[in-house]
């Protein structure tokens, strides 16, 4: 069965340094998502990206973030300039064509990130 | 600014009693989707519910819509361990994006 696979599943840097998280998409979909959820909190919506570029994006998703397909099959989030308070699971998402009238998002295993 | 709460936050209970998760949300729509997550894990689907009055039930879990009232539960019987899990709603307001609930962690005791 098709999965959203992401790389690395835990990564360390230090606050301040550049991370680019990375997500494989299911290959047919055509909508991706990042989310984010710190420890012991809800799942938070980050961004979502539709024929190369950003549909919808929260209050979260500022300058210091960003969204990148950079070939036919990866999708990207990079963090500039880490915080400790960017310290979370990085979960991606896609989806495909709507479908009874909605898009059922297909979830990632997360990359949990942490800042020192 | 759509928000989506549940409750009970933690629920600690035992094997073979019923209970009920809740959620409201405070602007209309008629996607709803409920996720279990086990601890430091992704999410797993479980329900989707698009219309009101919508039910649907997999094993001990049933999940049910009203989006008159903007609430939507999911009832578990005769609970199993095997249930113990976070379990999140979240809401599609039509924008691309789901925004969930806070997660309800439920735990249950032999």
């Known amino acids: 069965e098709p999965e959203v696979t992401q790389t690395p599943s835990h990564q360390v840097t230090q606050m301040g340094q550049e991370v680019i998280l990375r997500c494989v998409p299911i290959s047919n979909h055509l909508y991706f998502y990042w989310y984010r959820q710190i420890l012991g909190q809800k799942v938070e919506f980050l961004v979502s990206?539709?024929?190369?570029?950003?549909?919808?994006k929260s209050e979260i998703f500022d300058d210091q973030f960003s969204v990148e397909r950079p070939d036919g099959s990866n999708f990207t989030l990079k963090i500039r300039s880490t915080k400790l308070e960017d310290s979370a699971m990085y979960f991606c998402?896609?989806?495909?064509?709507?479908?009874?009238?909605?898009?059922?998002?297909?979830f990632g295993p997360g990359t949990r990130l942490t800042v020192t | 600014e759509l928000k989506v709460e549940q409750n009970p936050l933690f629920l600690s209970m035992q094997e073979g009693k019923n209970y009920t998760i809740y959620c409201n949300y405070s602007t209309t729509s008629d996607r709803l989707y409920w996720y279990r997550q086990d601890p430091g894990k992704s999410l797993e689907s479980l329900f989707v519910l698009l219309s009101n009055g919508a039910v649907k039930q997999e094993g001990r879990l049933m999940a049910s819509l009203d989006t008159k009232a903007r609430l939507s539960t999911l009832h578990i019987t005769a609970a199993v361990h095997d249930l113990s899990a976070t379990y999140f709603c979240a809401v599609d307001p039509g924008a691309q994006k789901l925004v969930f609930g806070q997660g309800t962690r439920l735990t249950i005791n032999p």
């Open positions: 998402a896609s989806s495909g064509t709507r479908l009874a009238g909605y898009y059922e998002q297909y």
């Open positions: 990206f539709y024929n190369n570029e950003i549909s919808e």
